[in-house]
C-alpha cells in the first residue's frame, strides 16, 4: 500500500496550533546531522547505481525505527513538482532537495517532527524540528534516533575528524542547530541589524529566513551554529540556546519599548495590515508574509481580541504558493494566487475587531 | 563581473559577514541556483561562502603536484569547481591540504563530540585489553604465576567474547 503524501500530511490547521515554550518568539527549534555511508562516494559524486543503492539501504533501516512507525516514505523522482514545493514550504526539505530526482528520497515520520533526507548533500541529512525553543530536547531525541539508525549503517566515521561529510564546514558533528525567531519588535525599532552583527561577532550565523536584514520576509530570522568540528553537540547547542534566549530577552523588550514609547506606530502597524488583509483583492505572497507577520505581533501584544495565534500560523503555511494549489486542487497562475490568496484572508479576516489598546496602567 | 564558479556574467552578488569578515561572492544564476542560494532553508550559504574561501586555500597549499583521491578519483581541481569533497576516503588523501582551512574553519581540528557505539566500544575495549596485557608482563616478572594465570584466563575470555561479536 502506498499512501499519497497529501493524504499523509497533517493539515494547516493542525500545524498552527502546536505550540512551544517562547513561541510568540522563537518559531520552531531544528537540530540536523549530516551522516555518509562507509566506502560510498558523496552524492555529487555518486554514479546513479550507488546512489540507488544508498537510497535501498538507508530508506528500509530508517522506515524500521520505533520513531518511525508511522511514516511517508518515497523517492524524489515519484514526487510531484507541487508535493516537494509543498514539504519545502513546511521547511521539511531543502531547496536543493527539491530539485533531485533518480537516487534521492525522503522518510518523514507521523507528526512532522523528524524527517530524512537520503542523497541530498550528504548520504543522509537527519532532521528533527519541534515547535518554540526546544533545541536540548530536539537534540536529544536526534541523538537516540541516529544511535538506533548507527546499528543498521556503517556511517563513515575517522578517529580525529569525526563523521565525515562532502562539505568540509559540516566535519566532525555533522550537526547544524538552528532557531527560527520572529522579531517584529527589533525590526520596528531599527535595532535588528545591530544584533545580526553582534551574534555574527560570536562566530554564529543570523539572517533573513526569507531575504537579507532588514528586508527579512515575515520579520524571520534564523540563528545556527557555524562551527562543526572541536565542540561536542551538548556544546553547540547549549551556545545556541544561550544565543537565542538573550535574541528573545531584546525580542521581548523591543515590544514592550514600542507599546510604552511609539503605541500609535505600532497600533497603526497592526490596525493597517488587519485592514489589508480584511479587504484587498489582490495580494502578493511576500505582502501577506509581512502583514501576517504584524498581525502575529499584535496578538503577542493582546492587542487583537478574537484572532488566535494557531490561526495566523494556519495562514502563514496556506498563503504559501504550493499550499495555495493544494487547497484549490489545481494549478494556479502567479496572478490567480494572488486572487486567491486575498480572497482567503478576507475571508479569514471576516469580523476580527481592530486594534484594542491595552487599558492604561491607573497610577493608585 | 564573472561568476567565481565558472566564466559566465555573475548575476547574484552576496555579502555575509562571518566573524567579522565580509565575504563577498559573485555567481551567475545557474551556478547560485545549483548552490541552493536561494534555499530558504539557509543552510547553503553559509557552507558556500566557507567552501569556496576554502577551496583557495587548498588549492595554494598543494605546492604545485595534483593530488588524486585513490577511492573516488576526486582531484583538486574538482574540489576547487565545487568546495566539496568525493568521498570519505578524499579526508586521507586530502588531509595535509586540509589541514590549514580546517583550522580556520572550525574550533579546533580534533572531533570531540559523538563516537558511534560500536567504535567506543572497540576503542574501550582495545584500552582494557592493553591493561590486561601489562598486568600479565607485571606478575610474570613478579613470578605471582597464580596471578598471571588468571589474568591469562581473562584475556582468553576477552579474546572468544570479541570473536562472538556478530558483525555489524
Ligand atoms: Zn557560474
Ligand atoms: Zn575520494
Redesign the pocket.
Known amino acids: 500500500m502506498k499512501m499519497e503524501l497529501n493524504e499523509f500530511l497533517i493539515s494547516a490547521e493542525e500545524f498552527g496550533q502546536r505550540t512551544g515554550p517562547h513561541d510568540a518568539i522563537v518559531l520552531s527549534s531544528r537540530v540536523r546531522l549530516a551522516r555518509n555511508i562507509v566506502g560510498i562516494p558523496f552524492p555529487g559524486r555518486a554514479d546513479r547505481e550507488s546512489k540507488q543503492r544508498v537510497l535501498e539501504t538507508v530508506q528500509p533501516a530508517v522506515e524500521s525505527l520505533p520513531e518511525m512507525k508511522s511514516h511517508f516514505s518515497g523517492a524524489m523522482a515519484d514526487l510531484k513538482a507541487v508535493e516537494k514545493q509543498i514539504l519545502m514550504e513546511r521547511h521539511l526539505i531543502s531547496r536543493e532537495h527539491a530539485a533531485k530526482g533518480a537516487g534521492s528520497g525522503i522518510v518523514l515520520n507521523r507528526d512532522e517532527t523528524l524527517c530524512v533526507m537520503v542523497n541530498e548533500e550528504d548520504h543522509l541529512r537527519i532532521q528533527s524540528i519541534r515547535p518554540g525553543l526546544q533545541l536540548k530536547q530536539v537534540w536529544q531525541r536526534i541523538d537516540k534516533f541516529d544511535s538506533e539508525l548507527e546499528a543498521k549503517i556503517g556511517y563513515a566515521f575517522s578517529d580525529k575528524l569525526g563523521y565525515l561529510t562532502a562539505c568540509p564546514t559540516n566535519l566532525g558533528t555533522g550537526i547544524r542547530v538552528s532557531a527560527m525567531l520572529h522579531l517584529p519588535g527589533l525590526v520596528l525599532n531599527e535595532q535588528v541589524n545591530q544584533i545580526i552583527q553582534a551574534v555574527n561577532k560570536l562566530g554564529h550565523t543570523v539572517r533573513g529566513f526569507y531575504g537579507e536584514g532588514t528586508e527579512a520576509l515575515g520579520h524571520i530570522f534564523q540563528v545556527s551554529n557555524q562551527m562543526t568540528l572541536g565542540e561536542t553537540e551538548a556544546e553547540i547547542v547549549e551556545r545556541i540556546n544561550k544565543v537565542v534566549l538573550q535574541i528573545v530577552e531584546h525580542e521581548a523588550t523591543a515590544r514592550r519599548t514600542l507599546l510604552e514609547k511609539k503605541p500609535n506606530e505600532l497600533f497603526n502597524h497592526v490596525g493597517r495590515a488587519l485592514g489589508v488583509t480584511a479587504h484587498a483583492h489582490i495580494i502578493s505572497s511576500k505582502e501577506a508574509m509581512n502583514l501576517l507577520s504584524l498581525l502575529r505581533l499584535g496578538i503577542s501584544m493582546n492587542l487583537m481580541p478574537g484572532l488566535e495565534r494557531s490561526s495566523l500560523d494556519e495562514l502563514f503555511l496556506l498563503i504559501q504558493p504550493a499550499h495555495l494549489q493544494q487547497t484549490c486542487g489545481e494549478k494556479l497562475a502567479s496572478e490567480q494566487r494572488d486572487l486567491v490568496r486575498a480572497g482567503l484572508l478576507r475571508k479569514r479576516m471576516k469580523g476580527v475587531k481592530g486594534v484594542k489598546p491595552p487599558p492604561e496602567p491607573s497610577d493608585a | 563581473m564573472k561568476?567565481s564558479?565558472?566564466e559566465?556574467p555573475a548575476t547574484v552578488h552576496l555579502t555575509e559577514i562571518i566573524d567579522g569578515k565580509t565575504k563577498k561572492i559573485d555567481?551567475?544564476e545557474?551556478?547560485a541556483k545549483e548552490k541552493g542560494v536561494t534555499d530558504p532553508s539557509g543552510f547553503a550559504l553559509a557552507d558556500l561562502l566557507l567552501g569556496l574561501g576554502a577551496s583557495s586555500e587548498i588549492e595554494s597549499s598543494g605546492e604545485g603536484k595534483q593530488l588524486v583521491c585513490g577511492a573516488c578519483g576526486f582531484t583538486q581541481a574538482d574540489f576547487k569547481k565545487s568546495g566539496r569533497l568525493g568521498c570519505p576516503e578524499c579526508y586521507s588523501t586530502f588531509a595535509d591540504p586540509l589541514e590549514a582551512m580546517l583550522k580556520q574553519m572550525h574550533k579546533d581540528t580534533l572531533h570531540r563530540g559523538k563516537v558511534p557505539a560500536h567504535l567506543k566500544e572497540q576503542r574501550e575495549r582495545g584500552m582494557k585489553r592493553a591493561d590486561l596485557q601489562m598486568q600479565l608482563e607485571e606478575s610474570i616478572k613478579a613470578e605471582n604465576y597464580e596471578l598471571a594465570a588468571q589474568i591469562r584466563d581473562q584475556l582468553k575470555q576477552f579474546a572468544v567474547s570479541t570473536a562472538s561479536r556478530p558483525k555489524e
Open positions: 561568476c564558479q565558472c559566465s555567481l551567475c545557474s551556478c
